[in-house]
């Protein structure tokens, strides 16, 4: 089983509403990764979590808040959100061991529009 | 910095004409190029992935190769449910804190008619 599964599928939002976007999976992997992809762009990385610390941040506004509440869950916190961060956003998971040829398995995304 | 770089951007084929998509890509100590499917609306879909040069995989209709500079995805007699856009990604060196950094290609946008 390669399953990541994200919640919700769609979001519609206000710029001054707070909202989360929630990530699972239960594969044991202990990487964890969000994404960011416009139309017709290929994904852009956002945030890399590894054994739940926060690994890498890609200089992303801090009107998005990562959080790894434990190996299995990845949480995107929305905050002040503007019409240009309307995308698909991916969660991906993997590995993470070092000594491990890692594969990231990804979610099927959530639609997020800002209005 | 890593890059990569695939092509043709779109690609029409009849149902049952093979072809080829290109990757090309520039990466510090390759850990790993992976092919991944996409479908509208959709997450990546896991492929391939190929480690060194010389290797190569296969699923159903689907073959993946790797040579130093360039990975290419031969499909052979397609058929209209390969319509997605395919993702090339290189993997580089790993991450200081842990984890794997993916630089992907724009992708090849294939639309397989009847």
């Known amino acids: 089983d390669t399953e990541v599964t994200q919640t919700p599928k769609h979001l519609v939002m206000g710029m001054t509403n707070k909202k989360s976007l929630k990530c699972e999976q239960h594969?044991?992997?202990?990487?964890m990764y969000w994404y960011k992809q416009k139309a017709k762009k290929p994904p852009e990385l956002m945030f890399v979590?590894?054994?739940?610390?926060?690994?890498i941040n890609e200089s992303v506004p801090s009107r998005f808040s990562p959080e790894c509440p434990n190996s299995s869950l990845l949480n995107l916190h929305l905050h002040a959100l503007q019409p240009e961060d309307s995308a698909l956003y991916l969660c991906?998971?993997?590995?993470?061991?070092?000594?491990?040829?890692?594969?990231?398995?990804f979610g099927a995304g959530t639609r997020l529009s800002v209005l | 910095e890593d890059q990569v770089t695939q092509s043709p951007e779109a690609l029409r084929l009849q149902e049952g004409e093979s072809s080829s998509l290109n990757c090309s890509y520039t990466v510090s100590g390759l850990r790993g190029l992976f092919w991944y499917r996409q479908d509208p609306g959709k997450g990546p879909e896991f492929l391939f992935t190929l480690y060194s040069a010389g290797e190569e995989k296969e699923k159903e209709r689907l073959k993946a190769t790797l040579t130093k500079k360039e990975s290419f995805l031969h499909i052979t007699a397609p058929k209209p449910e390969d319509s997605a856009t395919y993702l090339c990604a290189v993997q580089g060196k790993e991450l200081t804190g842990g984890g794997n950094k993916l630089t992907f290609g724009t992708g090849t946008q294939l639309k397989v008619e009847l």
């Open positions: 979590y590894s054994y739940e610390k926060l690994s």
């Open positions: 594969m044991g992997h202990r990487a």
């Open positions: 991906a998971s993997s590995q993470g061991d070092r000594e491990v040829k890692n594969i990231q398995y």
